[in-house]
Nanobody, 120 residues
Framework: QVQLVESGGGLVQPGGSRRLSCAAS????????MGWYRQAPGKLREMVAT???????NYADSVKGRFTISRDNAKNTAFLQMNSLKPEDTAVYYC??????????????WGQGTQVTVSS
């Protein structure tokens, strides 16, 4: 069993910053890609940023230049630094990890989500 737990969400003013963390734990052999996704009310879940185990990153156009994804492979943790936040960034943010578990099965796991609200 593998668990992903997000933290760091909350209320932030427009133009402010927030850092999200995602900690993976459990029967982990290795973690391949990790990513952050978000879902606003009434909208589909969308990719925000992804990072490979080697550190290659990919961003949605809407967050390029404002958000930075990173990871600490030794701690099985991913981060999302969000700067210059806008009201349209308001959403539930989900962490995703493509994990090879100790049984050598590769599975995509999701965290429970953390709410980020950008409002004055």
């Amino acid at each position: 069993q593998v668990q992903l737990v997000e933290s760091g969400g909350g209320l932030v003013q427009p133009g402010g910053s927030r850092r999200l963390s995602c900690a993976a734990s459990g029967s982990i052999f290795s973690i391949n890609d990790m990513g952050w996704y978000r879902q606003a009310p009434g909208k589909l879940r969308e990719m925000v940023a992804t990072i490979t185990s080697g550190g290659h990153t990919n961003y949605a156009d809407s967050v390029k230049g404002r958000f930075t994804i990173s990871r600490d492979n030794a701690k099985n943790t991913a981060f999302l630094q969000m700067n210059s936040l806008k009201p349209e960034d308001t959403a539930v943010y989900y962490c995703n990890g493509v994990v090879t578990n100790t049984a050598r099965s590769t599975v995509s796991y999701w965290g429970q989500g953390t709410q980020v609200t950008v409002s004055s």
